[in-house]
């Protein structure tokens, strides 16, 4: 039976690619490939030559009988412009029209911007949730932002450098200053791995340029709705991380109006108490 090889290649760096994955591509009849240029790079690279096609979001419709046909004379490999194919491309329906024809799909496991960056983030990886590329629309990034404000996984996300700054405000907005590691252009020659709270992310990325992976922490115990348990540390609220978190933006020289409301979200503490330490935590500046 013809296979539908799901091959993983680099994100990046050329070298960043398993021994298997070059045999796949070396032996298969036909390569579907997201970005043709991209692959041909790989290939040449790796001195190997091969019947190429593009597979894409514009042309999958189309593409989709012609790649089942070449199915039924031998194999097919897919490849996306990097990573892992149909993680937020368009390799999904392919894999099911394949599935749904009787056709073998077998994964090629190697690089992902997902893992990659989770793997660096120094932030919780036992669970997360993986967003894919965000909402171009800002309501839209506050709706799906907000829908995961008590969720204590942490969360993973692409976005693009244009619309970076807009991303970060809307989830300092809808989540308070959590900590996010921002990863630009993995396993690139301009990598960087940028590790502190969303308020510094925006304050560092002015001009953002290049590839984009998130990672942000999940909502922290206090931050969520009690469960009941009489655990003690579900009783107790971080009360000095607050005051710190206060402290900070009061010499940062944010407001009351904006502080406040921020902690109060944060920390999942009554609004009363958080402007009480706001008041006892000194003048702001400029006073």
């Known amino acids: 039976m013809p296979t539908l090889y799901i091959v993983a290649t680099p994100i990046g760096n050329l070298e960043d690619v398993t021994l298997r994955a070059l045999r796949v591509l070396r032996d298969v009849p036909l ?23 593009s597979y894409n979001e514009h042309n999958k419709k189309a593409r989709i009988p012609r790649l089942l046909a070449s199915l039924q004379d031998g194999d097919v490999a897919l490849v996306s412009e990097g990573g892992t194919p149909v993680i937020s491309d368009p390799g999904l329906d392919l894999v099911a029209a394949a599935v749904e024809a009787g056709f073998d799909v077998r994964p090629i ?24 590329f965000l909402p171009r629309r800002s309501g839209e990034r506050r709706r799906l932002f907000a829908s995961l404000r008590d969720d ?62 998130l990672v942000v922490e999940g909502a922290s115990p206090a931050a969520r709705p009690s469960t009941g348990s009489g655990r003690a540390e579900d009783a107790v609220p971080p009360l000095d991380e607050a005051r710190a978190e206060l402290l900070r933006r009061k010499e940062a020289g944010e407001p ?10 944060l920390y999942g503490l009554p609004r009363r108490d958080v402007y009480r330490m706001w008041l006892d935590s000194g003048p702001e500046r400029g006073q």
């Open 31 to 53: 390569i579907a490939a997201e970005d043709t240029r991209t692959t041909r790079k790989l290939l040449a690279r790796h001195a190997i030559r091969a019947r190429l096609v």
């Open 109 to 132: 496991p190697g690089p992902s911007a997902v893992t990659a960056a989770l793997a660096v983030s120094a932030l919780p990886t036992r669970q997360f949730t993986y967003l894919g």
């Open 152 to 213: 204590p996984r942490t969360v993973v996300a692409f976005e693009s450098p244009h619309r970076l700054a807009r991303s970060l405000s809307d989830m300092r907005s809808e989540w308070g200053d959590r900590r996010i590691a921002v990863c630009r252009e993995l396993t690139k020659a301009f990598e960087e791995v940028f590790r502190g709270r969303i308020s510094e992310a925006l304050e560092r990325f002015t001009e953002p340029r290049g590839e984009f992976t």
């Open 256 to 265: 009351a109006k904006v502080a406040v409301p921020e902690v109060v979200k």
